[in-house]
């Protein structure tokens, strides 16, 4: 979860999660579109338990 | 010192000026009777603008909330003085069993305890024996009020006037029900005497019941 | 040869989705709201229906199976299920079976003081700075007995309580993804509804602050509260937007709650409730979705302001208004649901409920942009009787 992070969509953004990486050997998009799809889930999951629980 | 002050700063919910005001008037020496007098001639008035669609549920709560504050602030003069002098009635009133809102009751409380009667708060999902019960308790209670929002309380309802009746304790009382989805059909198929539309409408039945 | 399932439904689609837009359908569509009701046609307890996500589901399809004429229906009206709940501790339900008879509605505990809130006077500032920071981190663990926020000592409650809550959810959608196909494919059945919005003011009223508190803050701090309102709207809209359904076939529903007349002035209205509904309610229908206001209770005082909004971009179901004036304020804009009063589902016979459907059908089916339904949702206090009764009358006159 990053620290602040007020965008609809998002929790722990993939530029944020990229620093952690020293280099990305082969097609970043891959790492980059399941990091993210995973993301956008955690957030409409956690948004699902105020609207809708 | 005239209390008027408070009545007009209370009806206009300047909280922090109607403070200073029950301040001032306990420096003054004014008695705390009177200072709840005043506060209660205000929690009417806000009743009454409340029928007329000038006040509503959130000014009701707010103005409970600050009514609060000034029984508090003059809670060390009641006692001097033995208490809050006489009442105009008491009602005992409750959510019923299988319903847990209490909203609604809790605005027919402020107006009913803000226009001068005695209130026995039974909470909520409140079974029919504890209105029994409570009826038992208090035999100088003459109205009972109900509070309904689930329409899948309405059986629980009906229970409740029916425990009441099976009490033997039936001719005490006048019942009143309230709530979102209750109408005239809901009081009577569930054998209520009232079907008070809001808290005004619900102080009013009180208040004829106890000719006052 | 008789109809397929696939044939009915598609049938069923067409005239649900023309009343929608306020075309005239072959026949008025029949979309009863029912909750608890479900559980009591396919002759299972509250608690069967609220606990067990099989069962509840399952009640949703013999429902559909039973009671004649349903051409849409909601696979999870009763919205909570409990085993999800519990199985993180959410706080702020009382469950049927559990704390409440087997036969009663699971309820919301509203937080009674500041003390109780799940979001203290003293954090606005924190929410309105970043929302999903606050639920994540605040708002989450305060509302369940087992997650902790960060900071304070972990527990194997806690790590377990996250894993729970994100099997379980998981869990539960699969189920009703399941089920909604269950519907179509076993019932011929359109689901409803997809996506759900929240009013920002009624979500930081009820899950945030309580009625007690938001009606006090509006007084002491309103600044804050229209500011938060504020922060917390893009949130509502992307959120109903990414749960829609793709093809835009059928509404999301919003849920309208304490800006109902009586609750707060028309000038509280107007400052704090409206200005953000109104903008989700458009960016919504900028995506394609049409809202169901659900307008609980009565909203009279607001018609003429719903006229705002552009036409055809929400369904006005009518709960305590009369439905004649909703009709005539609103009619030439939006299309139209309820009529059939709750409290003649419960103690009036099938005859009276036939008669209501035909008057309703009468008036309102010949100009279109008119979708039978009770006024609230129901519950277990209606009888089936009657429940059978409105599917009868709208298979009966509902041919206009």
Redesign the interface.
Known sequence: MAEKTSVPGVCFPWEEKKKEYEEIKGDEEIVKTWWEQYDVHAYVHLWFCVIGL | MNTKKITELLVELEEDKVYDAVDEAIAAGVSGREILKASQAAMATIGEMYKREEAFVADMMFAGEIMRNILTRIQPLLEKEGGKGATLGKAIIGTVKGDIHDLGKDVVMIALEGNGFEVIDLGVDVPPEKFVEALKNNPDAKVVGLSVFLTSAFPSTEKTVKAIADSGKRGQVKIMVGGAPVTEVVARETGCDYFAEDAAAGVSFTRSVYGV | MAKSMEDLYQERMERYKKANRMEKPDKVPFRPFAA?LAGKVAGYT?QQVTHDPDLGLDAVIKMCERVPGIDAAVVNMV??NTS??ESYG?KYY?VPGIQ??AD??F?Y??P?NDEEAFMKVEDYERFI?????F???V??PR?SNYMVPPGEENTWKNNLAWMK??IA??QYFQKLGANVGRMRTDTGTVSAIAG???APFD?LAD?FRG??G???D???CPEKVLKATE?IA??????CI??ADPSRNVPCSHWMHRGA?????EE?FQKFYWPTLKQVTEQIWGAGIQTIYYA??KWARNLKTFRELPDKSIIFHCD?DDIYEVKRVLGDKFPISGGV????L??GEPADVKKRVKQLIQDFGPDGGYILDAE?I?????KVENFIAMGEACEEYGYI
Request: proline share 4%.
């Open positions: 608890e509250a919205y909570v999800v709940t959410l009382r409440l008879d009663d509605s309820q505990m509203e009674q700075e970043d929302p999903n920071e639920v994540m981190n708002w989450l509302t809550n994100g959810i998981q759900a919005l929240k979500i899950k009625f007690r938001i009606a006090y509006i007084r002491r922060a893009p949130h509502m809209a992307w959120n990414a749960t007349t009586g609750f707060f002035s509280v609980e209770g305590k009063p709750n409290d003649m419960a103690f609230a129901m519950q277990q206090d209606v």
